[in-house]
């Protein structure tokens, strides 16, 4: 079974700065792609971040130059690090993954609980 643990979240002034982080622990064959999906009031979840197994990344338009996503392959964990947070970027985080758990299995999407972050003043 597979277990996506967030941290990092909270509330914070806009211009200011956090980082959420996503471990994740079970039987894993092996991670793919490792990404932050985002869910305003009302609105649908989308994608903020995403990053392969070999370093590639991928952000939203809303967020590029402002958010970098990383990964610790050693310690099976994501991160996102935010930088001058907006009002608009307040949400609940989802950590996701896509990953393998047995060699004769297919790859899955796996969610974490989701963390939230608040921008206001």
């Known amino acids: 079974q597979v277990q996506l643990v967030e941290s990092g979240g909270g509330l914070v002034q806009p211009g200011g700065s956090l980082r959420l982080s996503c471990a994740v622990s079970?039987?894993?064959?092996?991670?793919?792609?490792m990404g932050w999906y985002r869910q305003a009031p009302g609105k649908q979840r989308e994608l903020v971040a995403s990053?392969?197994?070999?370093?590639?990344?991928n952000y939203a338009d809303s967020v590029k130059g402002r958010f970098t996503i990383s990964r610790d392959n050693a310690r099976n964990t994501v991160y996102l690090q935010m930088y001058s947070l907006k009002p608009e970027d307040t949400a609940v985080y989802y950590c996701?993954?896509?990953?393998?758990?047995?060699?004769?299995?297919?790859?899955?999407?796996?969610w974490g609980q989701g963390t939230q972050v608040t921008v206001s003043s």
């Open positions: 990053i392969t197994s070999g370093g590639s990344t």
């Open positions: 079970g039987t894993i064959f092996s991670l793919n792609v």
């Open positions: 996701n993954v896509r990953a393998v758990v047995t060699a004769w299995t297919h790859e899955s999407d796996y």
